[in-house]
């Protein structure tokens, strides 16, 4: 069963909740990342990827491997995960079969004026 994820607005700060923590996407899966606590006209307008380190025997994020935003929508991070818009928020599929990886996303959702960019969170990713 695909993970639920959700930036959650409270008191001014936004953070991204995952149950499982961290999220794991087997091939195939389909999540989609939603708001709370923002207005109706908030969206995530980026998703960034960064690759895992390993620090202190600890997931560690490390190096931006690539960015999706709603300006360029058809432009894909890396090749295991398709991001698309929806409505206000994103969708993330695992698209690739192959590899067990760990990676790191971020997002910015921008609501009005204010911008929020929550601490990027791991996701695993799972072969089929």
Known sequence: MPPTITVKLENGSATIIQDPDPATLNFGDTVTIGLSGFSKNAQITEVKIYDNATVNKQDA?????????????????IGE???????????????DATSDEKYWYGLTVVDGSQLFNP???LI?????
């Open 61 to 77: 994020k490390g190096s931006l491997i690539g960015t999706w935003s709603r300006s360029n929508p058809n432009s894909e991070p």
């Open 81 to 95: 995960v398709t991001i698309k818009e929806a409505s206000n928020s994103v969708t993330l599929e695992d698209t």
């Open 119 to 121: 601490d990027p969170e």
């Open 124 to 128: 695993v990713k799972k072969q089929e």
